[in-house]
């Protein structure tokens, strides 16, 4: 019921882009499991490692944070698992059709699995605009980034 509260309480495009974004982790959760992500990102820069930051006006910085949060509590009631890649390419999707430029990161972390599954590693998506993370923020500093994708 809390939920269903604060929904009714956002703006009327606010809700619009929550229902927008719930719509597109589905669409990207299907692509991925369909298409290598380097053909999802096809049309972005490329880099094995971060690339310089390309700075933005506090309107478009305010407007990529508020698609993150709404993108994040979309996902939080999918039926499907909207984990960190699929949140990230949705929020990449909202800020290129506002032509507000962005970074998305990739990043490998040994983990802390134990001594049966030494050679496993983690992974995390996250998306920067500006000096800022929007989406992926959680835990993103626990990783050393192999691979970058930006647009402008």
């Not at 990230?88 to 059709?97: D, F, G, I, K, T």
């Not at 990161?105 to 001594?115: D, E, H, M, N, R």
């Amino acid at each position: 019921m809390h939920r269903l509260r604060k929904l009714w309480q956002l703006p009327r495009r606010q809700k619009a882009l929550l229902v927008r974004s719930w719509y597109l982790t589905g669409c990207y959760q299907l692509a991925l499991a369909r298409r290598p992500l380097a053909r999802l990102t096809a049309d972005m820069n490329h880099s094995e490692s971060a690339q310089k930051v390309v700075e933005v006006s506090h309107e478009a910085l305010f407007q990529a944070h508020t698609m993150g949060y709404l993108v994040a509590a979309a996902s939080r009631v999918t039926p499907w698992r909207s984990r960190c890649l699929v949140q990230v390419l949705v929020v990449q999707h909202l800020m290129a059709e506002q032509q507000i430029p962005g970074q998305i990161l990739i990043g490998v972390s040994p983990s802390a699995g134990g001594s049966e599954n030494e050679d496993a590693f983690g992974a995390h998506a996250w998306l920067r605009c500006g000096d800022s993370i929007v989406s992926g923020e959680s835990g993103s500093d626990q990783y050393r980034v192999i691979s970058s994708y930006t647009w402008q």
